[in-house]
């Protein structure tokens, strides 16, 4: 006569299958993360913009992947919280730098639809117009108001001249 498995293990066996089994359901399914998606064009006169770059820089750590089109079009995504540093550089031109702060894009029901997508320009001028100049800091900041979540944007487009001995090294 053989000898059938006990129920009670039958019962935990098949506790540990479906345990496991929906363990692996949870971890396959991506987290869900808040973002706002960042989209806009960047100006260069006539010139193309093959050979421009943007950089986006997450937490003074990370590079986020990006598109910059040879039209000029760039899109990539932000996610909430964060502070993004975008640095729009092409030869022959003054770099430029924007910053971003995601923290409080998403904190009302209105701010929420309205702020999934941010759409801005960016414009570079040519280094033989500014000659020996350079921009004294981030050219924009982007940033949202805590509490209501609406969009703050600040222009700083100063200049300061630069010194023979500073391009020298």
């Not at 993004?84 to 770099?95: E, I, N, Q, S, W």
């Not at 320009?121 to 609406?150: A, C, M």
Request: proline share 4%; charged share 25%; with cysteine.
């Amino acid at each position: 006569m053989e000898k059938q498995p006990d129920i009670t293990c039958k019962a935990a066996l098949l506790a540990a299958i479906l345990a496991l089994a929906g363990l692996s359901l949870f971890a396959a399914a991506p987290p869900s993360r808040d973002e706002v998606t960042i989209t806009g064009r960047l100006y260069a006169d006539t010139s193309d913009l093959e050979d421009a770059i943007l950089v986006v820089e997450l937490e003074q750590e990370l590079c986020l992947r990006s598109v910059l089109l040879r039209n000029g079009r760039f899109e990539f995504k932000v996610p909430v919280g964060a502070h993004a540093r975008l640095v729009f550089l092409k030869p022959g031109y003054l770099t430029k730098e924007v910053l971003v702060d995601t923290k409080n894009a998403l904190v009302s029901a209105q701010a929420n639809k309205i702020n999934k997508t941010v759409k801005f320009d960016v414009v570079l001028e040519s280094t033989e117009e500014r000659k020996h100049q350079v921009y004294l800091g981030p050219v924009g900041y982007i940033h949202f108001v805590n509490g209501t979540g609406l969009m703050r944007v600040r222009h700083d487009e100063r200049m300061m001249a630069v010194t023979q001995k500073a391009k020298d090294e």
